[in-house]
């Protein structure tokens, strides 16, 4: 699977959009972009994924560039229940349930009041 | 729907000691499910992949003998860490994916604590 890039932390006020972008250069044809987060002593939560149109749902927006190389996940008004590590996570789709995730570093998002 | 829970949520034991450790998909079967391991301010890290009715496959470094994995039914795959030591403390989160979607979801974890 394709490596990611992510800033490793950011901040944002709350109530105000959150922009979180995420590098993936060598992505392939076959690989989608998921998003995850994971907040303080919790198991990651699924967010939003998306192959190469832009993808949003009750959750956030999911914006990639066209040549794909690139990724911003958008909370569009942040609370302080938001603030979490956020991972951009590339892998391959196409049905298989069997495809493993790697996690990378992933951005660690504080909303400030 | 794509409810994944673990129990327990959180464990305490004695050195030497086995650990149990129970993932279920609460709504849907899963063919596969995935067990991480997460140590303080680190990220996730993949330990093994269940397969029901098969073998784990483990990720490299990672003791199968130490780290007993069973997948048994679509719904329950099981984690033992047998003859537990303080360095096995750790946040052990299981993930599965409904056979005819590629999102994974994860448990609330569980966190060991080996005295």
């Known amino acids: 699977d394709a490596k990611t890039t992510q800033p490793p932390s950011m901040d944002c006020a709350e109530g105000r959009a959150a922009n979180l972008p995420c590098n993936h250069s060598?992505?392939?044809?076959?690989?989608?972009v998921y998003w995850y987060r994971q907040i303080h002593s919790q198991g990651p939560q699924y967010i939003i994924h998306g192959l190469k149109n832009n993808e949003t749902n009750e959750m956030a927006s999911l914006i990639i560039t066209e040549d794909r190389k690139s990724s911003t996940l958008i909370l569009p008004h942040a609370t302080l229940r938001d603030t979490a590590v956020y991972y951009c996570i590339v892998r391959v789709g196409g049905g298989n349930a069997g495809n493993m995730l790697t996690f990378g570093g992933g951005t660690r998002l504080m909303v400030k009041p | 729907g794509a409810v994944v829970s673990q129990h327990p949520s959180r464990v305490i034991c004695k050195s030497g000691t086995s650990v149990k450790i129970e993932c279920r998909s609460l709504?849907?079967?899963?063919?596969?499910m995935f067990w991480y391991r997460q140590f303080p301010k680190q990220s996730l890290m993949l330990m093994a992949t269940s397969n029901e009715g098969s073998k784990a496959t483990y990720e490299q470094g990672v003791e199968k003998d130490k780290f007993l994995i069973n997948h048994a039914s679509l719904t329950l795959s099981t984690l033992t860490v047998t003859s537990a030591h303080p360095e096995d403390s750790s946040f052990y989160i299981c993930?599965?994916?409904?056979?005819?979607?590629?999102?994974?979801?994860f448990g609330p974890g569980t966190r060991l604590t080996v005295l």
């Open positions: 993930s599965a994916s409904p056979d005819v979607t590629d999102t994974q979801y």
């Open positions: 709504d849907f079967q899963a063919t596969t």
């Open positions: 060598t992505i392939s044809g076959n690989e989608y």
